[in-house]
T-cell receptor
């Protein structure tokens, strides 16, 4: 069975500092990987996704993530965080070939809560 | 989250009551699903559908029923609510082989 581990429950970063959120997955075949962000009381917004090809993917809001097959990781990075980045971040893995919101759904990590210090 | 609409946004139920969470999408997506989100647990799949007339169970289906009579709608029914079903519920949809889009969530409290 597939699984996703986000080792850090909470991370505190100063505004303007760089950020890296860790995500490790377990899956028997080629994974389809996602990062979502959730602001308090809101739904989930897709930051970026990896299906195939270039292992460094760019997303919205200045985020990027790198897929490392040898490490089973898909870490999220941002060079300089803004106070508005404070939110909950979820890594998720989908079965391959990914069939969307129905047939296999997504397996989510438990999330990392990002706190931004002024 | 344009395109996936959930209602109601907030609901308080008494134990044993029934209710339906509505989900509608106007993007003609084949796949729809329901997740629940609990503190420290991430999101867990309840039920999903790969098209009209077809549904199946996810990771945590007990206590929930679904149906998919049309492509657009995928309601989630709680037949006899229990406090353990207090959660935030998210409906999602996607076209085949592509990104999932989530609704804005429904906050349910069972007392």
């Amino acid at each position: 069975a597939q699984s996703v581990t986000q080792p850090d429950i909470h991370i505190t970063v100063s505004e303007g500092a760089s950020l890296e959120l860790r995500c490790n997955y377990s899956y028997g075949a080629t994974p389809y990987l996602f990062w979502y962000v959730q602001s308090p009381g809101q739904g989930l917004q897709l930051l970026l996704k990896y299906f195939s090809g270039d292992t460094l993917v760019q997303g919205i809001k200045g985020f990027e993530a790198e897929f490392k097959r040898s490490q089973s990781s898909f870490n999220l990075r941002k060079p300089s965080v803004h106070w508005s980045d404070a939110a909950e971040y979820f890594c998720a893995v989908g079965a391959a070939p990914y069939s969307g919101g129905g047939a296999d759904g997504l397996t989510f990590g438990k999330g990392t809560h990002l706190i931004i210090q002024p | 989250n344009a395109g996936v609409t959930q209602t109601p946004k907030f609901q308080v139920l008494k134990t044993g009551q029934s209710m339906t969470l509505q989900c509608a999408q106007d993007m003609n997506h084949e796949y729809m699903s329901w997740y629940r989100q609990d503190p420290g647990m991430g999101l867990r799949l309840i039920h999903y559908s790969v098209g009209a007339g077809i549904t199946d169970q996810g990771e945590v289906p007990n206590g929930y029923n679904v149906s998919r009579s049309t492509t657009e709608d995928f309601p989630l029914r709680l037949l006899s609510a229990a406090p353990s079903q207090t959660s935030v519920y998210f409906c999602a949809s996607s076209p085949q082989g592509n990104t999932i889009y989530f609704g804005e969530g429904s906050w349910l409290t069972v007392v």
